[in-house]
């Protein structure tokens, strides 16, 4: 069955003959919401507001698909929970404005991309991408300069690598390594895929780049997503020959992957990130019974994990976004939500045949969100944005993909 579709009265051709100067404004605006997320001044939702705004003005139609239905459906059941089990603290309402608001910009701005030739905006997006990385670089730099440079080959643990991070030399990005890292995977990926799409080649040099920044973020997270969605993009686009020659390669570089980035050692350690997630994971588990069909509520995680857990450690959520909403929101906020992605990724294929790309672009976000997020973060949002208006830009055969310096 197809969506319905509202066809809004605010047309681009009633613009009196404007219409160039409200597509320059809502490309500006795009590329002015994915900038702000790195300033240290949390202007995003002001921005992602406005931003909405003109994405509606330009629409032609606003479609109502069917991952949006579900998503109105997880927002709203969010927001009930929220008024019915108010804990009384600044942060709930705090992250219940920010679901709002990210949704409305998601929603807003798919519908934007989804309506236009988005070859301009891509051609702009790649250039504010190769800045707000290199940002990132600077900012990661300032934080090894500090400290020395003792850690710019890499950290003996997670504790270790999260001292690198000092409030007092924070101008750019994230304070929080795990979600910095993780927002310079997904940005770093959407670079390193625009010429695979737009000029069907795989640039090495971005590539080396974007690990290159990840790397010196000291977060492991990054690098697992950089490195399933990469080897997925080599895969697709090496013949089969050559893939033998990338099994090897890996193989090799494994135990430097597992003993210097993913410090496996160290990784069931209580003072270890993943650790700390596995003894939340395993505190789920053992008390599944514990948790309402329902939802125990909205942001109701920390009392779960102070009750149950063995140790906790002052974290907002599980560190898994679906662990998290079925904690929070129960049977309906959990289907709702996987819903939500998997017509997204329905409506992904739709606008573009592309099945091999999809499935790379997605799997990274996808590997992320089973350690980190709370699924309603600006990074996912603004990430979905990023690879419908990439992905969505032509049909591609990875047959014709040349590796390019």
């Known amino acids: ?47 992602f507001l406005v931003s909405s705004f003109f994405f509606y003005l330009e629409t032609p139609q606003i479609k109502f698909q069917n991952w949006s239905i579900a998503l109105a459906v997880f927002s709203t059941y969010a927001v009930i929970s929220y008024i019915i089990n108010y804990p009384g603290e600044p942060l709930a309402l705090i992250n219940i404005v920010k679901l ?33 990385l290199s940002l990132s670089l600077v900012q990661l730099l300032i934080y090894h300069q500090a400290y ?6 890499g950290s003996d643990s997670s504790g270790q690598a999260s001292s690198l991070y000092r409030d007092t030399l924070y ?17 770093g990926f959407s670079f390193i895929c625009i010429p695979v799409v737009k000029k069907n080649k795989l640039s090495i040099w971005r590539i080396f780049f974007v690990f290159l920044v990840a790397f010196f973020s000291l977060s492991r997270t990054p690098i697992v ?22 099994v090897v390669l890996i193989a090799i570089a494994l135990p430097m992957i597992l003993n210097k980035i993913i410090r496996v050692e160290s990784i069931t350690s209580s003072n270890d990130g993943m650790g700390i997630r596995l003894v939340y994971w395993t505190a789920f588990i053992e008390n599944f019974g514990k ?18 857990a063995k140790f906790y450690r002052g974290e907002p959520h599980i560190h898994n976004t679906f662990l998290s909403t079925y904690l ?29 790309l999809w499935f790379s672009l997605f799997l990274p976000i996808v590997a992320i969100m089973m350690i980190l997020y709370s699924g309603y973060d600006n990074d996912v949002v603004m990430y979905l944005c990023l690879i419908y208006g990439i992905g969505s830009l032509q049909e591609i055969n990875f047959q014709n993909i040349k590796l390019s310096l």
Do not use: H
């Not at 101008?171 to 940005?187: E, H, S, T, V």
């Open 171 to 187: 101008y750019w990005g994230l304070d929080d390594k795990n979600m910095f890292g993780a927002r310079i995977a997904l940005m």
């Open 1 to 47: 069955m197809s969506a319905p579709e509202i066809t809004l009265p605010n047309q681009p051709l009633s613009l009196e003959g404007n219409q160039w100067k409200a597509i320059s404004i809502a490309e500006t605006l795009f590329l002015l919401s994915l900038i702000s997320m790195f300033l240290p001044v949390k202007v995003y939702p002001v921005i």
């Open 291 to 308: 948790i309402s069909p329902l939802g125990n509520g909205f942001l109701s995680a920390p009392e779960f994990l102070q009750n149950n």
């Open 100 to 132: 709002i608001i990210n949704f409305c910009f998601l929603f807003f701005a798919i519908n934007w991309l989804g309506s236009r030739d988005n070859e301009s905006l891509i051609k702009r997006l790649d250039a504010i991408l190769l800045a707000v």
């Open 328 to 356: 929070e929101m129960g049977i309906v906020g959990f289907f709702s939500f996987l819903a939500f992605l998997i017509w997204f990724v329905k409506d992904c294929l739709r606008k573009a045949d592309n099945p091999k």
């Open 148 to 153: 020395g440079f003792q850690l710019i080959t």
């Open 225 to 246: 997503a950089l490195i399933i969605g990469v080897f997925l993009l080599f895969w697709f686009a090496l013949e089969r020959s050559w893939r033998i020659g990338l």
